[in-house]
């Protein structure tokens, strides 16, 4: 058995040979070769050191690096993809429980659910599920975790069908503060369960997740549409016409920004400012092609890559985009349905950034995500009609940073009107603290505030986008 070597406080040294009674993964110090591999997260632009990172091969890690934290009153980050663009996956001068090496996937087909451990990423499930025909909600990059996703909400391609991802979440594993391991359900802890469908990392680390999965694909109708930046606001305004009525199966995501240099799309119009519509139709291919009819014919477009694609493929197709390593700032809010003035602030401001890698995605929610009462879940503002990110994006060594960050707060204070709430995966991490109330509203920001209280009283899970407790 190992032992605590030494006490550890804030301000004080950690040891270089520390170990944790009870931990058997690697424990990862700045002495260490992979330090500084193990320490980076999605985001390029953050770079934290901390004390040690608690690599985890199991839910007993998690529950000795939990109590060996709060023993030495170290500072929490929990990591599960390393994903979310504020960097709470990483902490300076604290203890980072790493859940990277948790990446196990379970499928039981004739159940129609999933078991995956805390630090699986989407890709992980979707190559496991699809083997069977199914799926449920996971984001639209391959690469982002299944635990942060998750525990924010879900947004993605297949929410308008079968709803976000905390809409199919059956049951979770989750180590509370003072290190016990409860299952949470609709049955069992429901006020936690409830908590952790939308309230983020603030009431525990969760070591596995159960979800429901849907009959999906593996092949389905999915692809691109390119417009001229120049075109925007005439395809917007059909747009947004277009989507008022478009069936659940249809979910589409929308592209402001130059045309990436993907091996699909004609090397003359790579870097071209252009307005991309992604879909992705979760039901038979033949009522997708009528369904998008429409859209396709309503302006001849630079470039129609809609076609049958395998979901796992389509999943994954925008991950070179968005890689490990590149800066990313981000302002975020919800939105209303498009109507004129709003479309003219978009089209307006979207082709403005500097650097050619920075963006604008406009998700359009509704469909099962409305369906769902307000306050059933911790996810908040079911109403709105899109969630609209305004992402500066540079790469390392390139000045565009001052430039396309002060363009994503002016982008964002010309929305300033129309906003109705937030996707709390979506905030920064210099945002203002009122932004975490407004992800939820008041009534279930209140509610999150005492089930915190009930279970992590101490406030020890708060590198996040905190819920401080009573």
């Known amino acids: 058995m190992t032992t605590v070597i030494a006490k550890v406080g804030h301000g004080s040294e950690m040891p270089t040979a520390v170990e944790i009674d009870g931990f058997q993964g690697p424990l990862i110090s ?89 630090g699986a990423l989407w890709g992980d499930v979707d190559r496991e599920t699809q083997a069977h025909g199914l799926a449920t909600t996971g984001g639209i990059v391959s690469h982002t975790g299944v635990a942060g996703l998750t525990l924010g909400g879900g947004v993605g391609w297949l929410m308008r069908k079968h709803g976000l991802t905390v809409d199919n979440l059956l049951a979770v594993e989750v180590v509370t503060a003072d290190g016990a391991v409860l299952r949470a359900s609709e049955d069992e802890h429901s006020d936690l369960f409830w908590a952790l469908r939308g309230g983020g990392g603030n009431f525990g680390v969760v070591t596995s997740f159960e979800f429901r999965l849907h009959p999906v694909g593996p ?49 003359e119009l790579h870097w071209r400012p252009v307005m991309i519509m992604g879909s992705c139709y979760a039901g038979p291919i033949a009522d997708g092609e009528k369904a998008l009819r429409p859209l396709r014919a309503f302006r001849p477009p630079l470039l129609d890559l809609v076609g049958p ?35 003219d602030v978009i089209a307006g401001h979207a082709f403005s950034a500097s650097s050619p890698r920075s963006y604008v995605a406009l998700f359009h929610l509704k469909g099962a995500v409305s369906r769902v009462a307000e306050g059933d879940t911790a ?16 790469r390392p060594g390139e000045d565009y940073r001052d430039r396309d960050s002060a363009w994503t707060r002016e982008f964002f204070a010309a929305l300033g009107r129309f906003r109705e709430g937030v996707y ?13 109330r407004e992800a939820y509203g008041n009534s279930v920001y209140d509610r999150l505030v005492d089930v915190k209280t009930t279970y992590d009283p101490d406030n020890v899970f708060h590198h996040n986008q905190n819920i401080r407790p009573n």
């Open 379 to 394: 996810f908040g503002n079911r109403h709105a009609s899109h969630a609209i990110t305004l992402d500066a994006v540079w």
């Open 219 to 267: 092949v389905l109708l999915a692809g691109p549409i390119l417009w001229d930046a120049n075109d925007a606001g005439d395809v917007l305004r059909f747009y947004r016409d277009f989507v008022r009525h478009a069936p659940d199966e249809l979910g589409t995501v929308v592209r402001f920004g130059t045309a990436p240099p993907l091996p699909v799309i004609p090397e």
């Open 30 to 118: 700045a002495d260490h070769a992979d330090y500084d591999i193990a320490r980076a997260v999605w985001n390029g632009a953050i770079d934290r050191r901390p004390r040690l990172i608690a690599r985890c091969m199991g839910t007993a890690d998690v529950v000795a690096a939990v109590r060996f934290a709060r023993d030495n009153d170290l500072e929490i980050a929990i990591r599960g993809g390393g994903h979310n663009v504020a960097g709470t996956a990483v902490c300076g001068d604290g203890i980072v429980i790493d859940l990277s090496a948790m990446r196990g996937v379970r499928v039981d087909p004739a159940e129609r659910s999933a078991w995956v451990q805390g």
């Open 424 to 436: 709390v995966n979506f905030l920064g991490g210099d945002e203002d603290a009122n932004r975490v």
């Open 309 to 343: 694609a395998p979901y796992a493929g389509f999943q994954s197709a925008l991950d070179s985009t968005v890689p490990h390593g590149w800066n990313y700032y981000w302002k975020s809010t919800h939105l209303p349905e498009l109507r004129d003035d709003l479309i």
